[in-house]
């Protein structure tokens, strides 16, 4: 039985993918937390390490699953983008700038993925897609706008990076979107976290190679990615996406910015300038827009 069947009703599926986009926005800040005393390498690889255990714990309990060698390329490719190369770009971004900007930026995500899609998917862009333009813009508005704090010592760095980070995710979205409906949530997360820790394993061995001396609350960060982030948010993300047609990951995504701009604004003191908030305004007004001017997710047929 595969898990997707739990799901009774569309309103579960979008309560879980909802979810899983809180969760992604509240992992902006617990990544800037620890960073404050791990090296961002040592972070992900504990960060992978855990996830891999906690999804080894999971599968001991499921029957053994079947893998098609026609699907190893994309499988691989997959991992390759998220987490390798998404965490790789993710985590040292948050080296540079702040959990809000990080957060905001990466609200582009649904335009770069709806990109892609006509590209790769041979799904079609319509002039509702010029709005998120406006989004675009807002996203230079909120890079020009930064200014070095303690939060962010190199803001446009950090931008760059996560350009990088919207790159490797567009491309996951892509190729998750040929498998999502072959295999479960847990050997899909499972592949992840197994590529991404031997992948990384050999650079933090490099760079550290030690069990970093860190408090408490730090580790309990990282088990917080490792465990609610790495696998409860990409699960519910994964498990709600079989029930509920692809457009409506470009509408959830949004939330992350939101989560990401308040809990880093109001809980790290974070600071943003008059320039980088007419950039928000702009990121949202343009999702929001384009969202409006499309079709209800409900009248299209699930796809994904």
């Known amino acids: ?52 255990v906690a999804i080894g714990g999971i599968s001991l309990w499921l029957p053994r699953p079947t893998i098609h060698k026609a699907d190893l390329p994309a499988l691989l490719l997959m991992a390759l983008f998220e987490p390798c190369l998404y965490f790789l770009f993710e985590t040292h971004a948050l080296a540079y700038t702040s959990s809000a900007a990080a957060g905001v930026t990466m609200a582009l995500l649904p335009l770069a993925v709806a990109l892609a899609s006509a590209i790769f998917l041979q799904e079609p862009l319509t002039l509702r897609s010029l709005w998120l333009v406006v989004s675009v813009a807002g996203a230079i508005l909120l890079a020009l706008g930064a200014t070095v704090q303690e939060a962010a010592p190199r803001p446009i760095l950090g931008s760059l990076l996560l350009v990088g980070a919207i790159l490797a995710a567009t491309a996951y979205t892509v ?36 069990i970093p001396n860190v408090s408490l609350q730090t580790w309990i960060a990282v088990l917080y990615l490792g465990c609610v982030v790495t ?29 990401a701009v308040l809990l880093g604004v109001f809980l790290l003191d974070e600071q943003l300038t008059g320039l980088q908030w007419l950039g928000i305004a702009a990121v949202f007004s343009g999702l929001i827009a384009w969202q409006q001017s499309g079709p209800r997710p409900e009248n299209l047929d699930a796809t994904r």
């Open 231 to 259: 696998l409860g948010a990409y699960g519910l993300f994964t498990l709600a996406l079989t029930q509920l047609p692809a457009t409506a990951a470009g509408a959830a995504t949004n939330v992350v910015p939101v989560v």
């Open 175 to 210: 190729v998750i979107k040929r498998l999502i409906d072959r295999y479960s949530v847990v050997v899909l997360i499972g592949i992840q976290c197994l590529v991404g820790t031997l992948f990384y394993t050999p650079i933090w061995w490099l760079l550290d190679g030690t």
């Open 1 to 52: 039985m595969k898990l997707a069947r739990v799901l009774r009703s569309n309103r579960q599926a979008w309560a879980l993918l909802l979810t899983a986009m809180v969760i992604w926005g509240s992992s902006f800040m617990v990544i800037k937390l620890a960073l404050d005393s791990m090296a961002p390498m040592t972070l992900v690889w504990f960060r992978l390490l855990i996830g891999l």
